[in-house]
């Protein structure tokens, strides 16, 4: 349950707390910070987050191909270290299937270019779910096998144990992403791969770094139930630990879902209807549009992950609109190509006020300060 004592610290906080530190400012004391529920906070994190940028001679192959393709992936991001001391609290990974190591390691557009960059190819002949964004034309990443990725950010967290929780978004690839000779369709994720998913994960992270569907349901009779009625951890319970997140279509949820009504047994939370079993997280990724079904959401207690920038656009308009509804929705994870401006375009940028790392969310001023549990709330289309 989400106490009068636990409610009554947030909504005494200064808004602009920095949750991550020591002294955040006058009246952010750590003991305060701490009380609050995980999911009272706001954090901004990335996109893509291990995409390295497309050299320039395939860059003007795939605008020769697909000029709209290559415009939305003219981005690109530091490693994850970088991005996590620079404050990102969200990453996403993409992964693809790779039961046959290899299927990936001959990229078309690399084929088709005379003087191909240097980029070692090596680890996607190796075993194990392997991590880029768009095969055969943006297949360059900064840990090409999933367990690389996930080492960088556990070592990161181990030796910073006080962070925020950080979440880490995964869509599952599948899909040709060329209709061209000698493009490569990624292997289709199966109950075998759902569940090597979950092996990789476990391998790296121990149970006790990991905020898992179990830990936050406990004795509750669904996960919904839970987080409906304050289940996520305290944000002292949570330092130093990870989520995990499937963003990902329907019919890959259900497969990774099976017959458990609420992720029994599984790391990852999944993107879901807010009125299902298994509801503690849902993607919303158009905070105008979206607004209301954002509010109601965290209102339920769900987490939120929204955009604040999408396919390059905002950056080149230099349009803040969205980024702006995105802090103010009250989505606790905003996620950004733009943590560092882009030069090539415009200042625009995405963080916290005052570079904090998590701040306390601008919708925890609406929660109910009272004993009661907060209640799971009705959708807004």
């Not at 919303?284 to 396919?311: C, F, H, K, M, W």
Request: proline residues 8%.
């Amino acid at each position: 349950m989400i106490t009068a004592l636990i409610l009554a610290a947030a909504l005494s906080l200064p808004a602009d707390c920095d949750l991550e530190a020591p002294h955040g400012g006058e009246g952010c004391t750590r003991a305060a910070v701490d009380a609050l529920p995980m999911n009272a906070i706001q954090a901004v994190g990335t996109h893509n987050s291990y995409k390295l940028a497309i050299p320039a001679a395939e860059m003007a192959l795939l605008s020769a191909m697909a000029p709209d393709m290559a415009r939305t992936l003219d981005y690109a991001h530091a490693p994850l270290t970088q991005q996590l001391e620079a404050g990102a609290r969200q990453l996403e990974i993409d992964v693809l299937n790779d039961p046959d190591p290899g299927r990936y390691a001959k990229p078309l557009a690399r084929r088709l270019v005379a003087q191909p960059e240097p980029y070692d190819l090596a680890p996607l002949q190796q075993p194990g779910l392997k991590v880029l964004h768009v095969q055969d034309v943006d297949y360059r990443s900064s840990c090409p096998l999933f367990v690389d990725c996930l080492g960088q950010v556990a070592a990161w967290s181990r030796a910073h144990p006080d962070h925020a929780p950080l979440l880490i978004l995964m869509n599952l690839k599948e899909g040709a992403a060329l209709p061209a000779p000698g493009a490569v369709t990624p292997a289709p994720f199966d109950a075998a791969a759902m569940d090597q998913i979950d092996a990789e994960i476990r391998s790296v992270f121990p149970a006790e770094a990991l905020i898992t569907p179990d830990l936050v349901r406990g004795e509750a009779a669904t996960l919904r139930a839970a987080v409906a009625s304050g289940g996520w951890p305290s944000l002292g319970e949570a330092r130093g630990k990870v989520m995990f997140a499937l963003d990902a279509p329907r019919s890959q949820v259900d497969l990774y879902r099976g017959a458990r009504a609420s992720l029994e047994g599984r790391v990852l939370f999944v993107n879901i209807e807010e009125d299902e079993d298994a509801a503690a997280y849902i993607t919303l990724n158009s905070p105008l549009e979206q607004a209301d079904r954002i509010a109601a959401a965290v209102a339920a207690g769900l987490i939120v992950r929204t955009r604040a920038d999408a396919d390059t656009a905002e950056a080149r308009q230099n349009d803040t609109a969205r980024r702006e509804a995105a802090l103010a929705s009250g989505a606790q994870y905003v996620s950004t190509d733009y943590m560092t401006p882009d030069p090539r375009f415009s200042d625009f940028q995405v963080i916290l006020p005052h570079d904090a790392a998590a701040r306390l969310n601008p919708r925890q001023g609406s929660l109910p300060a009272s004993g009661e549990a907060v209640q799971a709330g009705g959708r807004s289309e």
